[in-house]
């Protein structure tokens, strides 16, 4: 852009933010202000801070390093943008009125929601136009709320759950009713757990029915296809009309299987999306080529083979004096972990006897069978994602020696999506060219080669940061929605400031226009695009 231009767009101010341009000299404009908002600052997933750019990735690795934040405080932090109405929908960034208006226009539902025991209830935990909440347990009792929704077993979704719930009956997929039965102790007499892939009337919804699609996130995780009149709201609003089609995805990664889900091949009015990742930034790579090349780095020979070695057929003689630490959270990186014990042919020890329950309630057999409570026995140890640092794993280490355990080598990776660098060049910045976009954001191909120790790795010990993420990266929630063709999308995530309302509302923005066009993302094999 030059300088003129520059000056010319900074002094026009603008019709609407969110609304249609009038001309080419206002859509610039917008695209401008979405730009500068878009690369002042980076939200730090762990603690939902901001910071430059040059900052963000030291953050975000001193926030592993320290305790995880709790669930009331990781849930508060997703749900602080409420509704417009409520002092706090301006953020504490001095935001401009129009983008609060204009917001508000992308995402309706503007009536206040009385306050409960627990505050008000973001609109977007609610279905617009129908009696049913998603994620939305930490409020307690919602007035004409007939059905509470659960789409996965993580802290941040099922905070408010307990032993003591009974508000209303609890919608899940049936491997999510189990923990939060065995888990939380939830009364049985409130679950109503849902097969995948077939629709299911909800009583008492006014003819809603709905249908769970994998999510790809973590174990139990559904997408939640929602389908039926609009007959009433929970705010007040009076909303009847035609029969309405919402996919709200709660957490997922987004692949092509589910955009050729059966019921996902006519129109979707609104998409409730999980935004974590929806900046350019965050191209980390395709989960099964993360995978490879960490399996790749157990096995690969060391330079300690011998001739014997050779001769014996051995090619990797130190694989069962390895130990292998992943860092997780109470669920989640699964597919990472059983990956790991298969190609080291061990067991998997869980640090924390929790880790260990919570995976015999999975529907995974073959996980199950892998398992040992016996630390002596396993070369994969499932640690806390927070807990891995040099000091804390060569403590670990030191102590398992002791016991008897021989380790000549420990590899400790800590599997994330946040701080995951672009290998060449900048960030794009919005535009309405989405195939250049799309060229320019998409994800990296990932080899062994692509691993990186940290600085403090030594030869014994090797921390490794994984670009491991079980949320959707920016090139993916982009070819999910070219590929879905909805009408309207919602963000659920990092809705907390207007800056980021603005930056999520641009590249949004762009990303409908071309989908209304028809515009698709051909994927690069069928696990992924």
Known sequence: ?????????????????????????????????????????????????????????????????????????????KDEMLHENSPKSCGTRGSPSALTSAWAALLPGRQKQPASRTGRVPFYKILEGMPLAVDAFRYGAIDGCEGYFLTH?????????????????????????RLVRKRLKVDPSWLRPLPMNLPQLIPRSGGVSVTCIDANHCPGACLFLFEGPRTV??????????????????????????TAHP?????????????????????????????????????NRAP?????????????????EQLVLVGTYSLGKERLVKQLAQSLQTSIFCAHASRHETLLELDDPELQG?????????????????????????????????????????TAFRPTGWTFQRST?????PSRNVGALMQASRPPEFTLASLVCAASSTASLRLVNVPYSEHSSFYELMAFLLTLHPQRVIPTVNVGSALNRTRMNAWLDICLHASREQRSVQPRCPDYW
């Open 1 to 77: 852009m030059t300088v003129g231009l520059k000056r010319s767009i900074e002094a026009s101010p603008p019709h609407s933010p969110t609304l249609e341009p009038r001309d080419a000299k206002e859509e610039e404009w917008q695209l401008f202000q979405a730009t500068q908002a878009s690369l002042a600052v980076f939200p730090c997933p762990v603690c939902g801070h901001s910071f430059a750019q040059v900052d963000i990735d030291r953050h975000v690795n001193a926030c592993l390093d320290q305790p995880g934040p709790s669930a009331d405080r990781a849930s508060t932090r």
């Open 153 to 177: 077993f993580h802290s941040d979704h099922y905070a408010g759950l307990s032993s003591r719930w009974k508000h209303g009956l609890i919608y899940c997929s049936e491997e999510t009713a």
């Open 233 to 258: 709201h929970v705010y007040g609003n009076h909303a009847p009309g035609r029969i309405v089609r919402y996919l709200h995805c709660g957490d997922f990664r987004a692949c092509p299987a589910q």
């Open 263 to 299: 019921a996902l091949q006519r129109p979707v009015d609104i998409v409730y999306l999980d935004t974590t990742y929806l900046h350019p930034r965050y191209n980390f790579p395709a989960q099964a080529q993360v995978i490879q090349a960490c399996s790749a780095m157990l096995l």
């Open 304 to 320: 300690s083979t011998t001739l014997s070695d050779f001769w014996r057929g051995r090619s990797e003689p130190e694989a069962f």
């Open 370 to 410: 892998m398992l040992t409570r016996n630390p002596q026995e396993a070369r994969v140890h499932v640690v806390s994602l927070h807990w891995i640092s040099f000091e804390s794993v060569s403590s670990y280490v030191q102590t398992l020696q002791q016991q008897g355990m021989r380790i000549t080598r420990t």
């Open 425 to 429: 060049g900048s960030a794009p910045t």
